[in-house]
């Protein structure tokens, strides 16, 4: 049954309107928070600076593994020294606090990646497993395979 403005008005806002509009207003702010937290966790996971950071620095590590001669682990295991076939020059990608870097025989520092807190290299024949840790605790692990030629 419909009622014309003037008897609604005549008829008063009961208790019941009032508590179905605050359970409407709840439910749907409800929701909306619920978007809202959704949205924020796939923004962490997918778009955090680490991800698209490390995976840029890996696109370009990838380059110095191909053509090697010689491949080594130095230091405490954060370094490893490049010699390739085609030059005599050497390159040495390692730590040096907070940055990864590379140099070309021992001189310079051009640096990869910037804003981490630890850096492993392992060597097991001809698969390097680097493990890099970010000063917020997340850790990123990735194997290469490097391209050896004697």
């Not at 609604?8 to 009961?14: A, N, P």
């Not at 005599?88 to 940055?99: D, P």
């Amino acid at each position: 049954m419909f009622y014309s403005r003037r008897q609604y008005l005549e008829k008063g806002y009961t208790l019941l309107d009032a508590l179905y509009h605050l359970i409407v207003f709840l439910l749907f702010s409800h929701l909306i928070l619920l978007i809202l937290v959704w949205i924020q966790k796939q923004n962490e996971t997918y778009l955090t600076n680490e991800n698209v950071t490390w995976e840029i620095f890996v696109n370009d590590f990838q380059q110095y593994l191909e053509n090697v001669k010689e491949i080594e682990v130095v230091g405490y295991n954060d370094k490893i020294d490049i010699s390739y076939v085609d030059t005599e020059e050497t390159i040495q990608i390692g730590q040096l606090k907070e940055v990864i870097r590379k140099q070309v025989s021992y001189v310079g520092n051009v640096p990869m990646l910037i804003g981490i807190q630890n850096l492993r290299f392992e060597l097991v024949e001809n698969k390097l497993k680097m493990n890099v840790k970010f000063p917020n605790g997340i850790v990123k692990e990735r194997v290469f395979i490097v391209q050896l030629h004697k």
